[in-house]
């Protein structure tokens, strides 16, 4: 009987741990530490950094004047008292930047530079920084000038932590407006996204209709080009000369309008994807028992289709409106005046160089992101417990008019996509829209414009190479290790919340952070800013959840007793590793390489604050192009993006089948 | 009695043991999974572990191994203290009931995958590899991936891979659970006489009182974390040495009675019983197994005599090799009594649902335990 007994007294006894315990654990070490380095120090130096002002502190300094002779001193005086008395600077003129000077002769009106008039000054405190001509004075010592040396003297800032940036952000209309905008933009487009494409899902999953294949093609096309491309083309189509212009009846593609219509664009094949998987899992039994229950088309539909798909819709809706919230291309490229967040944190720190703001910008977009990812992560959780092995496949059957809607419905929605790519594509070879129309090569020709030229292509080319690679590599072993390891429990839950926590982090947050912790002199790191390496890392880094989580789907299916075996026969991990795993999971492995380079190729958001001269990426010279005016080429940067991606993607199938095929003979009986 | 003795010859090992275990416990947190075990096993012995799921013996089979430590106590084997030595520094080899074979590679390649890093010429390895499936009766699948074999060949795969490397230790955990009935028994047969012919000192998890009773040279009935009894088959079958030993392993009539002067009241009749050691008045729990209730002949007239008891046949099922059978008695008030009846017993007494008969039970066969505790009791 199992009396109740604690185990007697002494040591618990552990194994001691072998050269493979050691190996395993400085693998996980090494990812783990590259995960800290890459994500949580430089999201940590950002948030730091959102609560970092700069501002001059008088209080800090005392002067002491003397007579003309300059023998006789005047009592001290801090200059706190001297601006009171002048009511020279008002509070908000002492506010500053990390660079602001405030010129000490302001505060003495009688001032003159040749005058025989000496003057002292000295801080009261350990840190009272102030320049004098280029040198960087800070001490509680009087230094005595004469008046021609007290002229080049400058206050610098000193720093506070504290709310006061959040105080700022919150009180300026223009700035919290975004909040408003962004949040509008994002709803309205989940909403219409969503609408399209459940739609659409519909169609391919529960109706007979021709050509499905085809429009499953047509609807993955906008994953392979970057999220402002659309804006490009609704410029040509509706912009100040577009050609169907006049069905706008007035209104202007600049703004909410032109980001909405591209939002749905660039987020239709990811809402697609997760609808149409719910939509595939439903139960063909369901529909049975609800039809000879005599239930209503209409009926069952809303009983048992939209019940069924509820959790896929709720994650598709949370996806597409974070893809929108964080998408920064876009609205950059036909946002016109219309403010959003991404933006602002572009403006902030591209234009004002005011990163301690762009900082906060960075926190509250944040916020949106991760609701969206802990609702998304609890409703998939709900989502995979509703399949079951015995569920029938629901099997449509021919009707010959809904076939038909359906068909025109998917066939708008076509048009739709494939239009924007061909209104690109028509856009990068026209000669000079509007006013000659003949074709040529003349907008490739990407050396003759600002951007980078054709450097950029290539290196886009490099970072997605390396991106598939050295993250695949990296996100497959890490998984590995999460998932096959034994013991080291707590060691394995970090690194498993250091893995999911990139989906949450938008990538203008992430290209920031890095530009904290990077680009500080004092990062043992720093030599990698400014060069390929930094963009690599930033981008395996913002597209590792995704990676992991297929890598780790894969790793479950792995009979768990393969270690085991492999250890009671005497072979080292790394070799069961290499001749079994590895080969087993070829299939995902690959999945994940084409979706990190894919991803390389198009991201523009974390890579904007991170790319250098001769780093110069594709798909920020559309962008730059775009920004310059070079609309045309920006259009055809944006097509060789897609003819790469498209092409990366026909080799990947391609190479799957083949690979499938050679290594992988055991799955077929 | 002369049987009785030559079932009662215990296997107890005379040499020093192969693998010893020690006051071992193991702990999940606040669940005690196994507490103070200790066990020792002979070289080239055949052991069973054997227990309901959640007794503790796979728990003490992965301590074994080294895949989940003890929390308490020590192993050795062959001498060498492996209480704190990683899988990876122990010696043995381990069949899963999932096979985990690698899915990627040959047939050849699997058995070799522990042959091969370990600077031994291919030839070599080769040749081994022929040797073992010859050893398994699969010669002719080398080639094969192990998705185009049966369930039953892949075990023996995995078998082959196991002793491929010669271990000191072979692990069994319930490698028989996943096939289908025949292949069962037909494996558990193949694989005790491989056993055999190696002479590998082998564990075996099973919860399938049949396949330990056919295969294990003695068998570690496990409950609760504890063993109850270790002992060969026909120990454990016919000395069970608790009431749960004897509930597992076979069945049992029980009957609730009290205990005086070597013999149980029930109802009016009184069983003369072993000899227990028990005192006068005891509760004690009599079981008697259904093949120990003895046909005596048709009628009350032999119910005189000590341990004969007069019954009424309630219900006969016939189940091929013997029936089994349904008794009331006003002795034994409300309680019924199976019995299972040869089928030459049936015909020779013309036995049939509604007769009054008379049956025996021996007093050598009468199993009694003291109530409320299921250790100890009538161990003879």
């Excluded at chain 1, 908000?92 to 660079?99: A, G, I, N, P």
């Excluded at chain 1, 209104?251 to 032109?258: C, F």
């Excluded at chain 2, 728990?59 to 074994?64: F, K, P, Y």
């Amino acid at each position: 009987m199992a009396e109740a007994a604690a185990l007697p007294a002494g040591r618990t006894t552990r194994l001691k741990i072998d050269s493979d315990g050691w190996i395993k654990r400085a693998f996980m070490g090494v990812i783990a530490l590259y995960l800290v380095a890459a994500l949580a120090l430089p999201l940590y130096a950002m948030l730091s950094k959102s609560f970092v002002t700069y501002g001059f502190d008088l209080s800090r300094y005392e002067f002491q004047v003397s007579d003309e002779s300059g023998t006789v001193w005047g009592d001290p005086v801090t200059a706190a008292a001297l601006n009171e008395a002048l009511g020279k600077f008002a509070p908000e003129d002492l506010r500053s930047s990390s660079d602001g000077r405030l010129s000490a002769p302001d505060l003495f009106p009688d001032f003159s530079f040749r005058s025989p008039v000496k003057y002292r000054i000295r801080g009261t405190s350990d840190n009272a920084p102030y320049l004098v001509g280029l040198d960087l004075q800070n001490s509680t010592e009087w230094r005595e000038l004469d008046s021609n040396t007290f002229r080049r003297v400058n206050l610098r800032p000193v720093t506070t932590t504290g709310l006061q940036n959040y105080q700022e952000y919150f009180s300026n209309p223009v700035l919290f407006s975004s909040i408003e905008n962004s949040l509008f933009i994002a709803s309205v487009s989940t909403v219409l996204t969503v609408l399209f494409a459940f739609g659409f899902a519909y169609a391919i999953n529960r109706s007979c209709m021709p050509f499905k294949g085809a429009f499953r093609l047509i609807a993955m096309m906008p994953i392979l080009v970057p999220s402002l491309l659309p804006g490009i083309a609704l410029i040509y189509m509706f912009g100040n000369q577009g050609f169907l212009k006049g069905l706008l009846f007035g209104q202007t593609i600049y703004g909410p309008l032109g980001i909405v219509i591209g939002s749905v664009f660039f987020t239709f094949p990811h809402a697609l994807i997760i609808i149409s998987t719910a939509l595939s899992i439903s139960d063909q039994r369901q529909y049975e028992a609800a039809e000879s229950l005599r239930a209503s088309k209409w009926r069952t539909f809303w009983t048992v289709t939209i019940p069924g798909a509820r959790y896929g819709l709720i994650s598709a809706a949370f996806v597409t409106f974070t893809l929108v919230i964080t998408d920064f291309g876009l609205p950059k490229v036909i946002g016109g005046q219309y403010n959003v967040l991404a933006i602002d944190i572009y403006k902030q720190v591209i234009g004002q160089q005011n990163f301690e703001m762009g900082a906060v910008v960075s926190v509250v977009l944040l916020i949106p992101a991760i609701v969206a990812f802990i609702v998304d992560r609890q409703v998939q959780k709900k989502q995979v417990s509703l399949l079951s092995a015995r569920s029938v496949p629901y099997q449509p059957k021919p009707n010959r008019r809904f076939d038909m809607t359906m068909l025109a419905w998917c066939a708008t929605m076509g048009v739709f996509i494939a239009g924007i790519i061909a209104v690109c594509q028509f856009a990068a070879l026209i000669n000079y829209w509007p006013y000659d129309l003949s074709f040529s090569l003349r907008n490739y020709d990407f050396n003759r414009m600002d951007g980078g030229g054709w450097a950029a292509y290539w290196n886009s080319l490099e970072l997605a190479a390396l991106t598939a690679v050295i993250g695949t590599a990296i996100i497959f072993t890490g998984a590995y290790m999460v998932e096959k390891i034994d013991g080291f429990k707590t060691g394995r839950a970090v690194f498993q919340f250091l893995a999911m926590l990139p989906m949450a982090i938008p990538g203008m947050v992430l290209g920031l952070a890095y530009i904290f912790f990077f680009n500080n002199p004092a990062n043992p790191f720093h030599f990698i800013y400014g060069t390929m390496a930094i963009l690599v890392v930033s981008t395996v880094t913002h597209f590792y959840t995704v990676g992991h989580l297929t890598a780790l789907t894969a790793l479950k299916q792995i009979d768990a007793e393969f270690e085991p075996v492999a250890t009671s026969l005497r072979q080292p991990f790394w070799r069961l590793f290499a001749r079994v795993t590895v080969p087993v999971c070829l299939p995902a492995i690959l999945d994940i390489s084409i979706y990190m380079f894919v991803n390389a190729m198009t991201t523009v958001s974390a890579v904007v604050f991170l790319y250098s001269t001769h780093t110069a990426l594709a798909s920020v010279a559309v962008l730059n192009m775009d920004d310059a005016g070079d609309i045309a080429p920006a259009a055809a940067m944006g097509m060789m993006i897609f003819y790469t991606n498209a092409t990366a993607r026909i080799l990947h199938a391609f190479a799957s089948r083949r690979i499938l095929s050679r290594t992988q003979a055991w799955r077929v009986r | 009695m002369s049987e009785l003795q030559a079932e009662g010859a215990v296997a107890t090992p005379a040499e020093p043991s192969y693998l010893k275990i020690e006051g071992l416990w193991k702990a999940f947190g606040d669940f005690i999974a196994l507490r103070e075990v200790s066990l020792d096993i002979a070289r080239g012995e055949f052991i069973c572990f054997l227990g309901p799921s959640g007794c503790g013996k796979t728990t003490l089979l992965r301590a074994i191994a080294g895949l989940d430590p003890q929390s308490r106590g020590t192993i050795r084997q062959g001498g060498r203290d492996i209480s704190e030595l990683p899988a990876s520094q122990r010696d043995y080899g381990i069949v899963f009931q999932s096979y985990a074979l690698f899915p990627n590679l040959t047939v050849e390649r699997n058995i070799a995958f522990g042959l091969e890093n370990t600077k031994r010429p291919k030839a070599e390895i080769a040749a081994r590899v022929r040797e073992l499936l010859a050893l398994v009766g699969l010669p002719d699948q080398a080639k094969k991936y192990p998705a185009q074999l049966s369930g039953g060949q892949q075990q023996r795969i995995a078998l082959a891979r196991a002793i491929a490397i010669n271990p000191g230790l072979l692990l069994l955990d319930e490698p028989l659970s996943a096939l289908d009935a025949k292949v069962r028994v037909h494996l558990r047969h193949e694989i005790k006489e491989l056993q055999r012919k190696l002479g590998v000192t082998t564990i075996m998890v099973t919860h399938d009182q049949e396949e330990a009773l056919s295969m294990a040279d003695r068998i570690v009935v496990m409950n609760h974390g504890v063993i109850e009894q270790i002992g060969t088959p026909t120990e454990i079958y016919r000395h069970p040495a608790t009431l749960f030993v004897a509930d597992f392993i076979g069945e049992t009539n029980r009957i609730a009675t009290t205990y005086s002067g070597g013999a149980v009241k029930l109802g009016d009749a009184t069983l003369q019983t072993r000899e227990t050691g028990l005192a006068d008045g005891a509760a004690v729990t009599v079981a008697v197994r259904p093949e120990d209730v003895l046909p005596h002949a048709i009628g009350h007239e032999a119910a005189t005599k000590p341990n004969h008891l007069p019954v009424r046949i309630v219900d006969m099922e016939f189940l091929g090799s013997y029936w089994r059978t349904h008794l009331a008695s006003a002795a034994l008030g409300g309680t019924p009594l199976v019995a299972n009846f040869s089928m030459n017993a049936v015909r020779r007494l013309g036995l049939s649902a509604g007769a009054e008969m008379t049956v025996e039970l021996p007093a050598e066969r009468v199993l009694v335990f003291p109530q409320g505790d299921t250790r100890g009791g009538a161990h003879g």
